[in-house]
């Protein structure tokens, strides 16, 4: 079992930036391929980006390319999403996910271990 624990979400105005913070335990931590996706009220959880056990490898959305970056710690078992360039459609609850399987997936079956979520609002 994998418990993840995400942090950082808050309210920012357009233009802003947050940086999210995602605590694993349970598992080695650098064994696991860890994605972050957002789900905004009625709509369906969306990949955002997703990064490789040691890191070498990241994915990103197309919507966040270049405004979100997606970097882990395996020493503290902790992976980030850092997002600049906020905008009001970012406005979502953020999810870590974690899958034990080390190559890409944007599916949301793709992934074993959830956390509960951090809520993102970004105000125009």
């Known amino acids: 079992q994998v418990q993840l624990v995400e942090s950082g979400g808050g309210l920012v105005q357009a233009g802003g930036s947050l940086r999210l913070s995602c605590a694993a335990s349970g598992r080695t931590f650098s064994s696991l391929f860890m994605g972050w996706f957002r789900q905004a009220p009625g709509k369906e959880r969306e990949f955002v980006a997703g990064?490789?056990?040691?890191?070498?490898?990241?994915y990103y959305a197309d919507s966040v390319k270049g405004r979100f970056t997606i970097s882990r710690d395996n020493a503290k078992n902790t992976v980030f999403l850092q997002m600049n360039s906020l905008k009001p459609e970012d406005t979502a609850v953020y999810y870590c996910?974690?899958?034990?399987?080390?190559?890409?997936?944007?599916?949301?079956?793709?992934?074993?271990?959830w956390g509960q979520g951090t809520q993102v609002t970004v105000s125009s």
């Open positions: 996910a974690a899958r034990s399987r080390n190559y890409y997936s944007s599916s949301v079956n793709g992934y074993d271990y």
């Open positions: 990064i490789s056990w040691g890191g070498s490898s990241t």
